[in-house]
């Protein structure tokens, strides 16, 4: 596939312009998003020989923390085709990588769906299950909160079969298959959250990526890898925009006869935003190098990103709202926007919570 000649471009001229009424609408167009798609900058990853771009972790992140600085809504898309393609890249065998890969860098969506109504940091209560019966495979379950799933014309399930697991590719429109969208989600209002019901969804076995029967935590790991680092890049994103509107906009308001930056307060908090980005910026550096190198640090590098540019994210748009003051208390502003996109990134891909106990235990490891 043909790389755009500036993808950044790209999304300033698809995107940027139309992020805030996306947001207040709670949907992106789907052309925009199979433009995006085709031009195979939904999933960069995917290798050159499926058709697609075949970027590296650093490209693909730095890419994706411009997408997000410009709207986090379709920046989640990515990451959940991003998570979809590397789940088939990682599991499937040569035939479904030559079937599905070169769909999701042609247009095609495609969401990953593995959290439940009783199973978010928990994966491990997973009640969604697939069953062979012939020549076919037999999917029930109820998967929640599906980034871009109603976007989706694929969704790559996981659940449990016998006593492993197993990701299966279900097309959007099999029999069986209830897309419902969330209802005004607070954040990431047009990301395609939807739940996602599974009545019996009969399959072909080839529907199960790589035969199924993996360890559940070694698919789910592989999986939230792609997720964590292309949510810690967004949150970059969130970072770089919120520096430059509070900046912009502390050079330019007067209060007291002087541009609200040169009051000393209102210096600190420009100043904590420009470290926080800074910060963020070389976790995420660092995590997506560990990628590239196949390091085995890879994980905690990518926990470590993304918990610490998720964490950074909330508390700097929180700051650029404290310096816009009535001038961000908008919905559609960006930084109104990033202010209620921050916060769930503190929550997706493991929460703050379960990034530090995993981050804990890394510590713990490397003490011994």
Do not use: N
């Amino acid at each position: 596939m043909p790389e755009p000649a500036d993808p950044r471009a790209l999304v300033d001229d698809l995107v940027a312009p139309h992020a805030g009424d996306w947001d207040l609408a709670g949907a992106v167009p789907r052309e925009v998003l199979r433009a995006l798609g085709g031009a195979g900058l939904l999933c960069p990853g995917v290798d050159a020989r499926h058709g697609g771009l075949g970027r590296d972790s650093r490209w693909t992140g730095e890419f994706t923390a411009h997408l997000g600085s410009r709207c986090s809504s379709v920046r989640s898309v990515l990451t959940s085709q991003s998570m979809a393609a590397g789940t088939i890249a990682r599991l499937g065998d040569a035939e479904q990588r030559r079937e599905h890969l070169p769909r999701l860098v042609s247009g095609a969506l495609a969401a990953a769906a593995f959290s439940e109504p009783g199973a978010g940091s928990d994966l491990s209560a997973m009640t969604t299950e697939v069953r062979r019966d012939g020549d076919e495979v037999v999917l029930t379950g109820h998967k929640t909160w599906i980034t871009a799933a109603s976007y989706a014309d694929l969704v790559v399930v996981v659940a449990r079969q016998d006593d492993g697991a197993s990701a299966v590719v279900v097309p959007a429109d099999a029999p069986g298959v209830v897309i419902t969208p969330v209802a005004a989600p607070s954040g990431c209002r047009a990301a395609g959250h939807a739940d996602v019901r599974l009545d019996g969804v009969r399959l072909p076995a080839s529907a199960v990526l790589g035969g199924g029967g993996q360890p559940l935590p070694l698919l789910v790991t592989a999986a939230l890898q792609h997720g964590r680092m292309s949510v810690a890049w967004g949150c970059v994103g969130i970072l770089r925009a919120c520096l430059t509107e509070a900046s912009r906009h502390a050079a330019v308001r007067e209060q007291f006869g002087v541009p609200l930056a040169e009051h000393q307060l209102v210096a600190r908090h420009l100043a904590e935003l420009l470290v926080a980005e800074r910060s963020a910026t070389r976790a995420c550096e660092h995590a997506a190098d560990a990628v590239d190198a196949a390091s085995p640090d890879q994980v905690v590098a990518a926990v470590l990103a993304k918990h610490t540019a998720a964490t950074l994210a909330a508390r700097g748009a929180a700051s650029a709202v404290q310096v816009l003051g009535s001038a961000a208390a908008h919905d559609g502003h960006p930084v109104a926007r990033a202010h209620r996109d921050a916060k769930l990134m503190e929550i997706i891909e493991g929460t703050s919570e379960i990034c530090q106990l995993i981050l804990a235990r890394h510590a713990v490891a490397a003490a011994r």
